[in-house]
């Protein structure tokens, strides 16, 4: 029996996914789920500077970053969503084929870096984490999206109860959190994508980690502090 790879497996499955992702990316940019990450990310990081999309699927996100004015490099395991993605470059936009746990860059090569439900799709998260830190410059700030707990690609993680391998990883955004805290990262704004049917008045007087269960993705703003705690 072929032994599992996580790393091969999520290629595998997001070459699959490619062409409905396709479909799918420019309403949830533009309209759904990720309309509110640009704003958000425009807050902390100034236009001009150059940035990783880790995870940047057909890379209409980091289309949408580079018409904002940023220099952008968008990066995918997927050879699919690379393809689709490329149709995109230009001048100061570029897109590549890696892996989040060895992405090919260099130590302190970009001033920010936007990875939105990438960190869910590795095995080993807090090397993941470490790797973005390795290429983003010491106070450089990175913007992560991690899924809630009932967003529906959470479903992927499922099969393990019965011992199946998965690929999706069911880290909480309050577990993100507390990793990226303990680990070199200074959080400096969070936001709230919140699922449908829950209003502001469903929100007063919960707690931060009851806020983040009730969204579909809670979006951090990260610092580089370069130490771990």
């Not at 001033?111 to 390795?134: F, M, T, Y």
Request: aromatic share 10%.
């Amino acid at each position: 029996m072929k032994q599992f790879s996580w790393s091969e497996e999520t290629k595998i499955q997001w070459n699959m996914r490619a062409d409905y992702w396709h479909k799918h990316s420019i309403e949830m940019w533009d309209q759904g789920s990720r309309k509110d990450i640009i704003p958000f990310f425009r807050q902390h990081v100034p236009i001009g500077h150059s940035i990783a999309d880790l995870g940047c699927g057909d890379g209409y996100g980091s289309f949408l970053f580079w018409k904002e004015g940023y220099d952008v490099t968008g990066m995918d395991i997927s050879e699919e969503m690379v393809k689709i993605a490329k149709k995109h470059e230009q001048l100061g936009l570029a897109f590549v084929l890696g892996d989040l746990n060895n992405p090919p860059f260099s130590d302190n090569q970009f001033d920010g870096i936007v990875a939105i439900n990438s960190l869910e799709w590795v095995e080993q998260p807090l090397h993941a984490l470490n790797e973005c830190k390795r290429i983003v410059k010491p106070n450089g700030c990175a913007c992560f999206g991690i899924l809630g707990p009932t967003a529906q690609p959470r479903k992927n993680s499922y099969a393990r109860l019965t011992g199946e391998h998965v690929i999706c990883n069911t880290m909480m955004p309050w577990e993100f959190e507390a990793l990226a805290v303990d680990h070199g990262w200074e959080k400096i704004a969070e936001h709230g994508v919140y699922k449908r049917g829950v209003a502001s008045q469903h929100l007063q007087g919960l707690s931060r980690e009851l806020k983040q269960a009730l969204t579909f993705l809670t979006l951090f703003m990260m610092k580089n502090i370069g130490k771990e705690v």
